[in-house]
């Protein structure tokens, strides 16, 4: 079945250290990936993706995700965290049905503390 | 340029009843999602309508539907509310293109309380 993966409910991390919030999947063919961010009472945010090309993508407020072909991983990255980066982040993956229809699947995110 | 907007914020129902949900996407796009967000089961895909069809259904009973407008605005009704319906329903929006690609655009949700 395919699936995709966020094996730490939470995360701790200290301000000015750097971040990882991990994502592993597993689809058919080549993925479509992505990370989104949820913060309090808000919706989710679209942060980068990973279509094709080069594994290291940049995203938004200095967030990068390192996609892993053979490890199926899409880990999230921040060389120095700030405070408002806490927040729950989605990891997802785009998947096609029988019918080619297309859908995200999403993980079952990661909630981000960065402490001051 | 408005974002995705989703009436009512908030909303207290008691089972059995129904309810209505709105969203207008952003000005332009043509596709809109719409996912169940729980702290359990994380966010799961409901539906997705692009020019007034159904292109895409999750894996929910027959209570949950939905429909898109002309104008692109899309609503979902949930009958026969149960307690575990509650739940932040989301509603997002993208453009055909950016639809294929998956990258939404989401509103900040309606919060169902079932009673």
């Known amino acids: 079945a395919q699936s995709v993966a966020q094996p730490e409910d939470q995360v701790n991390v200290a301000e000015g250290n750097p971040l990882t919030v991990k994502c592993t999947y597993s689809v058919s063919g080549n993925p479509y990936l992505f990370w989104y961010v949820q913060y309090p009472n808000r919706g989710l945010q679209f942060l980068l993706k990973?279509?094709?090309?080069d594994n290291l993508v940049k995203g938004s407020y200095g967030f990068e995700a390192e996609f892993n072909k053979s490890q199926t991983s899409f880990h999230l990255k921040k060389p120095s965290a700030l405070v408002s980066d806490s927040a729950l982040y989605f990891c997802?993956?785009?998947?096609?049905?029988?019918?080619?229809?297309?859908?995200?699947?999403w993980g079952l995110g990661t909630s981000l503390a960065v402490n001051p | 340029k408005a974002g995705v907007t989703q009436t009512p914020r908030y909303l207290i129902k008691t089972r059995g009843q129904q309810v209505t949900l709105s969203c207008s996407p952003i000005s332009g796009h043509r596709s809109v999602s719409w996912y169940q967000q729980t702290p359990g089961q994380g966010l799961q895909f409901l539906f997705e309508y692009f020019s007034e069809t159904q292109r895409n259904k999750g894996n929910f009973p027959g209570r949950f539907s939905g429909r898109q407008f002309s104008n692109s605005r899309s609503e979902m009704n949930v009958s026969t509310l149960e307690l575990g319906d509650s739940a932040l329903y989301l509603c997002?929006?993208?453009?055909?293109?950016?639809?294929?690609?998956?990258?939404?655009?989401f509103g900040e949700g309606s919060r169902l309380t079932v009673l």
């Open positions: 990973y279509i094709t090309g």
């Open positions: 997002a929006s993208s453009s055909g293109t950016a639809a294929i690609a998956g990258e939404l655009f």
């Open positions: 997802a993956v785009r998947v096609a049905n029988a019918g080619n229809n297309r859908k995200l699947i």
